[in-house]
Nanobody, 123 residues
Framework: QVQLVESGGGLVQAGGSLRLSCAASGRTFSSYSMGWFRQAPGKEREFVAAISWTGGRIYYADSVKGRCTISRDNAKNTVYLQMNSLKSEDTAVYYC????????????????WGQGTQVTVSS
């Protein structure tokens, strides 16, 4: 089992940047593929980015491609999501997720979830 805690959210103006972090504890972090998802008010949770346990495979949603970068530091048991050129439509609760299965872009592909961190982009 792995426990996930997100941080780094906050209020930012459109065009600004944020870096989200997800700290993992429990079983060996380096064995897990990691994902970031988000959920805006009144909408379903959606995929943002994912990285395989080796870091060799990375995927992004079209809506964030070119603006976001996912990375991981296995020595620190942490995965990051750097978000640039933020837009009002990026406002959501951002969730970190983990799986021992193959990295994917769908919700049911992940077994462990954090509590989320709020990102609010003001226009």
């Amino acid at each position: 089992q792995v426990q996930l805690v997100e941080s780094g959210g906050g209020l930012v103006q459109a065009g600004g940047s944020l870096r989200l972090s997800c700290a993992a504890s429990g079983r060996t972090f380096s064995s897990y593929s990691m994902g970031w998802f988000r959920q805006a008010p009144g909408k379903e949770r959606e995929f943002v980015a994912a990285i395989s346990w080796t870091g060799g495979r990375i995927y992004y949603a079209d809506s964030v491609k070119g603006r976001c970068t996912i990375s991981r530091d296995n020595a620190k048991n942490t995965v990051y999501l750097q978000m640039n050129s933020l837009k009002s439509e990026d406002t959501a609760v951002y969730y970190c997720a983990a799986t021992l299965r193959r990295v994917s872009d769908y919700l049911t592909g992940y077994d462990y979830w954090g509590q989320g961190t709020q990102v609010t982009v003001s226009s």
